[in-house]
């Protein structure tokens, strides 16, 4: 399972052309006598983060670097910082320093910036936050006017310090000489986090009502082997809208996949219908072969991809939906695209969905 603490948000979607912005995880090298600054790309990592990260531009980057706005990044690739960015990262090669024993806030202030914020990414719970930054989740609550019932929402900004009217006299003065937000976690921590969190410990962010219906049927693991993605090749469409058309052409369970995700025509942008296939733990009727429909639970996107490329919260949500479907079916269910598992020939879902990114993302 993914760490809390370590996811982003879609704030660059793939599509733009600086890809999917998931977990970020970086890593710095220096090449050459004159010590070219180069950033080794890790999971997550789009330009428009890496130009962020540098204090230069994606444009630059570009340049430095012969990328297009839609060249891909790959695990590994090494990115030549331009060099007018050093003056302004040094401070990333060497870490920030530590803070001063002087300085230390009382416990009851957290150890960052007075102006640090993080924004709200796929995963986080208030804990999680709390447990990266050395605030406690009440706190983190009680500074951006959450209830204890509240959500957290993909984008949602999120102080890491109250204001300071909010202090007393004693601490403004300590919260206004911590420079920047200081992570209590090391990486290595936070895997071991990681692997100690239980599925209590993580909120689904984009499953929505849906999760209720999921969860409801008893799924026996091992029944399912495969998670299909197929598109609708139309511009809009819904759960009933397919059931219909299904059933007028014989299938007498109608809909022939379980799980349906709007792009904001008839429902809303990624958000997921539960078919009666999966209600009933039923075969689907997506494939061109009855053995495979047996064991491979479909997913349709509402779309047309051969000439549009799927919305960022629809791909967003498909991730999160086939992770959660594999903690209840097993995490041995493999994820497929239709043209890769159908007998007969086909471009669905469309030869501009995501594919490569999707299998990045999810094998």
Same mark, same amino acid.
């Given at each position: 399972?993914?760490?809390?603490?370590?996811?982003?948000?879609?704030?660059?979607?793939?599509?733009? $052309?600086?890809?999917?912005?998931?977990?970020?995880?970086?890593?710095?090298?220096?090449?050459?006598?004159?010590?070219?600054?180069?950033?080794?790309?890790?999971?997550?990592?789009? #330009?428009?983060?890496?130009?962020?990260?540098?204090?230069?531009?994606?444009? @630059?980057?570009?340049?430095?670097?012969?990328?297009?706005?839609?060249?891909?990044?790959?695990?590994?690739?090494?990115?030549?910082?331009?060099?007018?960015? +050093?003056?302004?990262?040094?401070?990333?090669?060497?870490?920030?320093?530590?803070?001063?024993?002087?300085?230390?806030?009382?416990?009851?202030?957290?150890?960052?910036?007075?102006?640090?914020?993080?924004?709200?990414?796929?995963?986080?719970?208030?804990?999680?936050?709390?447990?990266?930054?050395?605030?406690?989740?009440?706190?983190?609550?009680?500074?951006? $006017?959450?209830?204890?019932?509240?959500?957290?929402?993909?984008?949602?900004? #999120?102080? #890491?310090?109250?204001?300071?009217?909010?202090?007393?006299?004693?601490?403004?003065?300590?919260?206004?000489?911590?420079? +920047?937000?200081?992570?209590? /976690?090391?990486?290595?921590?936070?895997?071991?986090?990681?692997?100690?969190?239980?599925?209590?410990?993580?909120?689904?962010?984009?499953? $929505?009502?849906?999760?209720?219906?999921?969860?409801?049927?008893?799924?026996?693991?091992?029944?399912?082997?495969?998670?299909?993605? /197929?598109?609708?090749?139309?511009?809009?469409?819904?759960?009933?809208?397919?059931? @219909?058309?299904?059933?007028?052409?014989?299938?007498?369970?109608?809909?022939?996949?379980?799980?349906?995700?709007?792009?904001?025509?008839?429902?809303?942008?990624?958000?997921?219908?539960?078919?009666?296939?999966?209600?009933?733990?039923?075969?689907?009727?997506? #494939?061109?072969?009855?053995?495979?429909?047996?064991? @491979?639970?479909?997913?349709?996107?509402?779309?047309?991809?051969?000439?549009?490329?799927?919305?960022? +919260?629809?791909?967003?949500?498909?991730?999160?939906?086939?992770?959660?479907?594999?903690?209840?079916?097993?995490?041995?269910?493999?994820?497929?695209? /239709?043209?890769?598992?159908?007998?007969?020939?086909?471009?669905?879902?469309?030869?501009?969905?995501?594919?490569?990114?999707?299998?990045?993302?999810?094998?």
């Amino acid at each position: 399972m993914r760490s809390p603490a370590r996811f982003c948000w879609l704030a660059v979607c793939w599509w733009a $052309g600086a890809g999917l912005l998931l977990p970020v995880s970086s890593s710095l090298a220096q090449q050459g006598s004159d010590q070219q600054l180069t950033h080794v790309v890790s999971k997550g990592d789009t #330009l428009w983060f890496i130009a962020k990260k540098y204090g230069t531009t994606v444009s @630059a980057l570009q340049s430095a670097n012969k990328l297009s706005q839609f060249s891909a990044l790959y695990i590994g690739q090494r990115i030549r910082i331009p060099s007018t960015s +050093r003056s302004q990262t040094d401070d990333t090669i060497v870490g920030p320093p530590p803070p001063s024993p002087a300085a230390s806030p009382p416990s009851a202030t957290p150890r960052v910036g007075a102006d640090a914020q993080h924004t709200v990414k796929k995963g986080d719970t208030l804990t999680g936050i709390g447990r990266r930054y050395g605030v406690a989740p009440s706190d983190l609550a009680r500074w951006n $006017g959450l209830g204890s019932q509240s959500v957290l929402r993909l984008g949602m900004t #999120l102080r #890491l310090s109250p204001l300071p009217n909010d202090l007393p006299q004693s601490s403004r003065q300590v919260q206004t000489e911590i420079p +920047r937000a200081i992570p209590v /976690h090391t990486p290595e921590e936070d895997r071991e986090e990681e692997e100690t969190l239980t599925r209590a410990d993580r909120e689904w962010l984009l499953l $929505g009502k849906a999760k209720g219906l999921i969860d409801q049927p008893s799924v026996k693991v091992g029944r399912w082997k495969y998670i299909v993605i /197929h598109h609708s090749g139309s511009d809009s469409g819904s759960a009933r809208v397919f059931d @219909a058309y299904h059933r007028e052409k014989g299938m007498e369970n109608g809909l022939a996949y379980h799980f349906v995700i709007g792009n904001g025509t008839l429902t809303g942008d990624g958000q997921i219908e539960v078919g009666s296939r999966w209600q009933r733990q039923i075969k689907g009727g997506h #494939l061109y072969s009855e053995q495979l429909n047996q064991i @491979a639970i479909g997913i349709c996107f509402v779309g047309n991809f051969t000439t549009k490329k799927p919305s960022a +919260r629809q791909v967003a949500t498909c991730i999160e939906l086939v992770e959660y479907l594999r903690q209840r079916c097993g995490s041995r269910v493999k994820f497929v695209v /239709h043209r890769e598992i159908n007998p007969r020939p086909t471009e669905c879902p469309g030869k501009t969905f995501p594919v490569k990114f999707m299998h990045n993302e999810l094998d």
